[in-house]
T-cell receptor
Framework: DSGVTQTPKHLITATGQRVTLRCSPRSGDLSVYWYQQSLDQGLQFLIQYYNGEERAKGNILERFSAQQFPDLHSELNLSSLELGDSALYFC?????????????FGSGTRLTVV | GNSVTQMEGPVTLSEEAFLTINCTYTATGYPSLFWYVQYPGEGLQLLLKATKADDKGSNKGFEATYRKETTSFHLEKGSVQVSDSAVYFCALKLSADSNYQLIWGAGTKLIIKP
């Protein structure tokens, strides 16, 4: 158990629908990062939050949004889902600013859009 | 710009063979360097890291040395096991980046045959 909790582990939904993925960071970590990993592809950075504020955006579609709540958990909202959105979505956390700190990853949510 | 380049996979080896996965980087300043491993069906785990030139990171029999002169951080293991089969990601973090984001390589899939 890495300490980063992601729910649900699996999600199957239809095109056009909206889903919410949840992430609880490791205790004490203030930064949360969201990544998308498609089959045979590397990690695509989506968005970063630090202590409730958005800090950086990557290749996140306009149909996707996220937020980090006062208790530091984060949610990634995916709407108007398309078949191509099927992927593994990972959340990672880190203690915060600090070059020498790595990330701790959750086990991911596997989203299948049918 | 800042980037990480890994050797393309898959890399297929027999058990007990010597492993090298090449990683080179381009970065301004003095990055910290990381190797992450992703076992099948799991999230990424930090394998090892090095925070300054000539540092050697090591864990679980894996080693990597931060070579500033060649801008490299190659991953090595003297005798691989079937259980080492996974995808390995090299990454760097820049002190100049106030968000301390990890910049990722594309990942190298390692297959170990018994």
């Amino acid at each position: 158990d890495s300490g980063v909790t992601q729910t649900p582990k699996h999600l199957i939904t239809a095109t056009g629908q909206r889903v919410t993925l949840r992430c609880s960071p490791r205790s004490g970590d203030l930064s949360v990062y969201w990544y998308q990993q498609s089959l045979d592809q590397g990690l695509q950075f989506l968005i970063q939050y630090y202590n409730g504020e958005e800090r950086a955006k990557g290749n996140i579609l306009e149909r996707f949004s996220a937020q980090q709540f006062p208790d530091l958990h984060s949610e990634l909202n995916l709407s108007s889902l398309e078949l191509g959105d099927s992927a593994l979505y990972f959340c990672a956390s880190s203690v915060g600013p600090g070059q020498n700190y790595g990330y701790t990853f959750g086990s991911g949510t596997r989203l299948t859009v049918v | 710009g800042n980037s990480v380049t890994q050797m393309e996979g898959p890399v297929t080896l027999s058990e007990e063979a010597f492993l090298t996965i090449n990683c080179t980087y381009t970065a301004t300043g003095y990055p910290s360097l990381f190797w992450y491993v992703q076992y099948p069906g799991e999230g990424l785990q930090l394998l090892l890291k090095a925070t300054k030139a000539d540092d050697k990171g090591s864990n679980k029999g894996f080693e990597a040395t931060y070579r500033k002169e060649t801008t490299s951080f190659h991953l090595e293991k003297g005798s691989v096991q079937v259980s080492d089969s996974a995808v390995y990601f090299c990454a760097l973090k820049l002190s100049a980046d106030s968000n301390y984001q990890l910049i990722w390589g594309a990942g190298t899939k390692l297959i170990i045959k018994p």
